[in-house]
T-cell receptor, first 113, second 111 residues
Framework: NAGVMQNPRHLVRRRGQEARLRCSPM?????VYWYRQLPEEGLKFMVY????????ESGMPKERFSAEFPKEGPSILRIQQVVRGDSAAYFC???????????FGSGTRLTVV | KQEVTQIPAALSVPEGENLVLNCSFT??????LQWFRQDPGKGLTSLLL?????REQTSGRLNASLDKSSGRSTLYIAASQPGDSATYLC??????????FGTGTRLTVIP
């Protein structure tokens, strides 16, 4: 079991470009969560998805950010027209649902130059 | 809203010492509590998961306890080693989509 796989590990984008972050959950996990960690800060919830459905996006900025978890393939967090303030580590977690805890990936570190 | 607090924010101990990290939460209606470790620039590694019906969990030199009624958990690390240096995060799950993190304790073990 390869765990939660995130790619790329590091991503550099110029201001105004688009960033696409990918997350493949653990085998058997149908719940995916995205968190953001700003430098020297804690993890902040962004969005919770199940296959083909966004369940809760209350932590995600209304503009420029979107997430999906298609029937086939990884979950994608998409940031359009990136700005310097988007520079952060983005972590994906998955769970089988219920009370079994979360497993986190190694994160994608986004740097906007 | 659930609030999770970790004390101390930073801790420095000599190698070999036993130590305790503390976590408190305001709402006792939790599914479970997890302790994670985060190394600088790295992801989160799950150390221990305690279900709400359990009192403690052990893994190697780590022991985590949970007192749900008082809203407290402790992570005990025995015979600390320099490799234990990291930030330790406590998180409580209160629903399918509700995982609340503490602010972490940054541990340094001095050789």
């Amino acid at each position: 079991n390869a765990g939660v796989m995130q790619n790329p590990r590091h991503l550099v984008r110029r201001r105004g470009q688009e960033a696409r972050l990918r997350c493949s959950p653990m085998k058997g996990h149908s719940h995916v969560y995205w968190y953001r960690q700003l430098p020297e800060e804690g993890l902040k919830f962004m969005v919770y998805l199940q296959k083909e459905n966004i369940i809760d996006e209350s932590g995600m900025p209304k503009e420029r950010f979107s997430a999906e978890f298609p029937k086939e393939g990884p979950s994608i967090l998409r940031i359009q027209q990136v700005v310097r303030g988007d520079s952060a580590a983005y972590f994906c977690a998955s769970s089988p649902g219920g009370k079994y805890g979360y497993t986190f990936g190694s994160g994608t570190r986004l740097t906007v130059v | 809203k659930q609030e999770v607090t970790q004390i101390p924010a930073a801790l420095s101990v000599p190698e070999g010492e036993n130590l305790v990290l503390n976590c408190s939460f305001t709402d006792s209606a939790i599914y479970n509590l997890q302790w994670f470790r985060q190394d600088p620039g790295k992801g989160l590694t799950s150390l221990l998961l305690i279900q709400s019906s359990q009192r403690e969990q052990t893994s190697g030199r780590l022991n985590a306890s949970l007192d749900k009624s008082s809203g407290r958990s402790t992570l005990y690390i025995a015979a600390s080693q320099p490799g234990d240096s990291a930030t330790y995060l406590c998180a409580v799950q209160t629903g399918a989509n509700n995982l609340f993190f503490g602010t972490g304790t940054r541990l340094t073990v001095i050789p």
